[in-house]
C-alpha cells in the first residue's frame, strides 16, 4: 500500500488504498513541467521544512505583491494562486504516484498569503507578519476542524483545502489580534 506523504512535519504519514492513486508515470509533457513547477514552488525539493520554506514563499509573494499593486490584485492573485495549485497539486500527484506528496508546497503559499490578508487593512511590519506566518505554521500542522477531514478529499482539491482553511483561521485570529494592539 502506498504511503501518503505531506510537507506538514508534524502530521503522520497514511496508508491509502491503491486504486485512490495515479500511476507512476516520468512527466514528459510541457503541462507536466508546469504543474511540477507551481506545485513545488522551487522550494518543495528541499530536503527540510518545505512546507515551512512554502510559507516563506507565499510571504514573500504577498510583500511583493503588497508594494507593487493594490489589495484587489493581492486578492485576485491569491485567488488565482489557490486555483492553479489545484489542478497543479491533481497533477503532481498523478505524476508522482502518492498520495499529496511532500514536495507539493503551493498549499502553503496559497494559505500563507490568505493568512496574510488582514495586513491589506492593517499595517505591514516585521511583527506583524510574524504573527500571521506563526499563526498559519501553526494552524497548518494542527489542521483543526474541519482542516484535518478536507484534507482527505481526493486530488488537488484536498491537497489545497486544508491549508486554505488554516489559512483562514490564521487570518481571522490575527484581524483579531491587529484590531486589539
Not at 23 to 37: C, F
Not at 76 to 97: C, D, K, M, N, Y
Request: glycine residues 10%; negative net charge; proline residues 7%.
Amino acid at each position: 500500500m502506498p504511503v501518503k506523504e505531506s510537507s506538514d512535519e508534524l502530521n503522520p504519514t497514511l496508508v491509502v488504498p491503491e486504486p485512490s492513486l495515479g500511476s507512476a508515470t516520468t512527466a514528459h509533457t510541457v503541462g507536466d513541467y508546469l504543474a511540477l513547477s507551481i506545485a513545488t514552488c522551487g522550494v518543495g525539493y528541499l530536503p527540510l521544512m518545505p512546507g515551512t520554506f512554502g510559507s516563506a514563499v507565499g510571504v514573500a509573494i504577498f510583500l511583493l505583491l503588497v508594494q507593487r499593486a493594490n489589495p484587489v490584485v493581492v486578492v485576485v492573485s491569491t485567488l488565482a494562486i489557490a486555483f492553479a495549485g489545484i489542478w497543479a497539486a491533481s497533477r503532481t500527484e498523478e505524476l508522482s504516484g502518492r498520495k499529496d506528496p511532500g514536495k507539493v508546497v503551493v498549499d502553503e503559499v496559497a494559505g500563507q498569503m490568505i493568512a496574510l490578508l488582514p495586513l491589506l487593512v492593517f499595517t505591514v511590519t516585521p511583527l506583524s507578519v510574524m504573527v500571521s506566518f506563526t499563526l498559519f505554521r501553526c494552524f497548518d500542522i494542527v489542521k483543526p476542524y474541519p482542516a484535518g477531514r478536507l484534507e482527505g478529499l481526493k486530488g488537488g482539491f484536498g491537497i489545497m483545502c486544508d491549508d486554505l482553511v488554516a489559512g483562514a483561521y490564521a487570518a481571522v485570529i490575527a484581524a483579531v489580534i491587529f484590531s486589539i494592539l
